[in-house]
């Protein structure tokens, strides 16, 4: 089992060691290393109503064991149309044991239920097929290719927006 929770201050090193994997750059937005005291700030400052802020971050933690296996994220929410788009990370350690699975049903359901909202969309490299049969078996569908979208050094791939309707 898995519990979605809050930010705490004890996270920060976790998110700095993730947040400067260059190897998850490619997947994110990422553009340049960011410092502990960046994140600790960030956590400190951090404001937890999606519908102010435009986010929430929720860190993936497993029940039987406490460790923290990884973060899901809502970007871009959308209050008016109850809509917000979805990430996900599961530390590699952790990837493959059903923990996202298990996160992106925990989130569309606190989604759903607690937020209202209508929809979850996500957009997912071309080749990342791990995360798209992970996407597609909880019921996303694609409803778009976004072309050269994700550059990886001098070459780029294409990204597929996938969406779910929850309500």
Avoid at 6 to 17: K, S
Avoid at 25 to 53: K, R
Avoid at 134 to 154: C, T, V
Wanted: hydrophobic share 40%; net charge negative; charged share 20%.
């Amino acid at each position: 089992m898995i519990r979605l929770r809050a930010l705490e201050p004890e996270d920060a090193l976790t998110l700095y060691r993730w947040e400067n994997n260059p190897r998850l750059w490619e997947v994110g937005s990422v553009m340049a290393p960011v410092s502990l005291a960046q994140i600790e700030n960030y956590i400190a400052t951090y404001d937890s109503n999606p519908f102010g802020a435009g986010e929430l971050r929720l860190m993936v933690e497993d029940e039987t064991t406490g460790l923290t296996v990884g973060a899901i994220d809502l970007t871009e929410v959308d209050a008016v149309n109850r809509r917000s788009g979805l990430g996900l990370l599961i530390a590699s350690e952790y990837s493959g044991q059903g923990y996202g699975h298990r996160a992106v049903e925990a989130l569309e359901n606190y989604c759903s239920e607690r937020l209202g909202l209508h929809q979850l969309w996500c957009v997912i490299g071309s080749e990342n097929t791990a995360c798209r049969a992970l996407f597609e078996g909880l019921g996303y569908k694609i409803s778009g290719r976004l072309r050269s979208w994700l550059r990886h050094g001098s070459s780029y791939e294409d990204a597929f927006l996938y969406q779910k309707l929850l309500l």
